[in-house]
């Protein structure tokens, strides 16, 4: 089989792959500008609450642009390995190259680099998404990824995660990724509602649901881990094997539960221990309002005086002759 124009004939010209996902960037996108807006209006805000105000608001977007973004993300489990392995079919055509494999709750991304990306007369560079979320059907994107000739490392680990594939993890991991993408809805729902209840006189509530969030984000860390646990196929290129562990959005998730759960704790501590204080950080107490009203005063207004003071001091600039009626007609 011979080369035409620096590739095989029977296959398109190889596409270049979108390094990140675009979903979460828009997602960390909006979170970044509301952050900027609230910064911006921030020197309006007096008194010991802007502070506490900034750390709340930080604090809060933080929790929710990482319930809604690793819904999208593609890392909750990962992989790679170095080997040396077959090109395409049909060519006995060798290289090495980096094999990834991305495993999210919609689908899996198997990504493909040449050490050194140029090889054979091609750029090895691939990153092919894989879905297989409840409406979509894995066995016709194998199919149009095999019609589309993809290099057989991509097309070897993806076929380990279709229906019939003997390693029989694809039902697993299909199942566990919607009832995770599911439980995260769910936390982003209960943390709207927390912010609503914070923002109100009705701050314990608000403590419920914090902790609803991070019970709902750890319930979603075992939904997942229920795939994770399965047997997994041995991936093997030679005798190196692709081993995976947990993945980034996996950790940040444990991480935000976590804080969810130390937060909701810490505001049903402090609303039973000093609760005067726990208003003041929510800027609901009349402490905080108080300082902002001497603060919009300013130093300039002086308190007024006393009437008492003045009539006394009317009276001893009075002359000595009307004090001394005053003291005859007593007599």
Avoid at 46 to 56: A, D, H, S, T
Avoid at 91 to 118: E, F
Avoid at 288 to 314: I, L, V, Y
Wanted: one cysteine or more; proline letters at 5%.
């Amino acid at each position: 089989m011979t080369l035409f124009d620096g590739s095989f004939p029977f296959y398109p010209n190889t596409r270049t792959p979108f390094p990140f996902n675009t979903t979460s960037v828009v997602i960390i996108s909006v979170f970044i500008t509301v952050l900027a807006t609230f910064i911006l209006i921030l020197p309006g805000i007096r008194g010991k609450g802007r502070f506490f105000w900034l750390l709340r608001v930080v604090t809060s977007l933080f929790i929710g642009a990482v319930i809604l973004s690793v819904n999208f993300t593609r890392d909750w489990e990962i992989g790679r390995v170095t080997a040396n392995t077959s090109y395409k079919s049909f060519s006995r055509a060798m290289v090495n190259a980096d094999i990834g494999l991305h495993i999210g709750l919609a689908g899996v991304n198997v990504t493909l680099v040449g050490n050194p990306v140029n090889q054979i007369n091609e750029t090895i560079n691939y990153n092919e998404h894989f879905a297989w979320p409840l409406g979509a059907d894995y066995a016709c994107i194998y199919a149009d990824s095999l019609a589309k000739g993809l290099p057989s490392p991509i097309l070897y680990v993806a076929e380990k995660f279709s229906r019939h594939s003997p390693c029989g993890v694809h039902s697993q991991y299909r199942i566990s990724g919607h009832y995770t993408s599911v439980t995260l809805w769910l936390a982003f729902c209960t943390w709207l509602i927390s912010n609503m209840l914070f923002s109100m006189p009705i701050l314990l509530y608000g403590s419920y649901m914090i902790l609803l969030t991070a019970a709902l984000l750890i319930c979603s860390l075992l939904f997942f881990s229920v795939a994770r646990n399965s047997p997994m196929c041995t991936i093997r290129f030679g005798p190196a094997s692709l081993q995976t562990v947990y993945g980034a959005s996996f950790w940040l998730t444990l991480a935000t539960g976590l804080l969810c759960f130390l937060l909701g704790l810490g505001v049903i501590f402090l609303n039973s221990v000093q609760p005067e204080k726990l208003k003041l950080v929510f800027n609901l107490s009349e402490e905080g309002k108080e300082e902002e009203e001497e603060e919009e005063e300013g130093p300039a207004q002086q308190p007024p005086r006393d009437k008492a003071s003045s009539s006394e001091q009317d009276t001893l600039l009075a002359p000595l002759s009307e004090h001394c009626k005053v003291m005859v007609t007593e007599l």
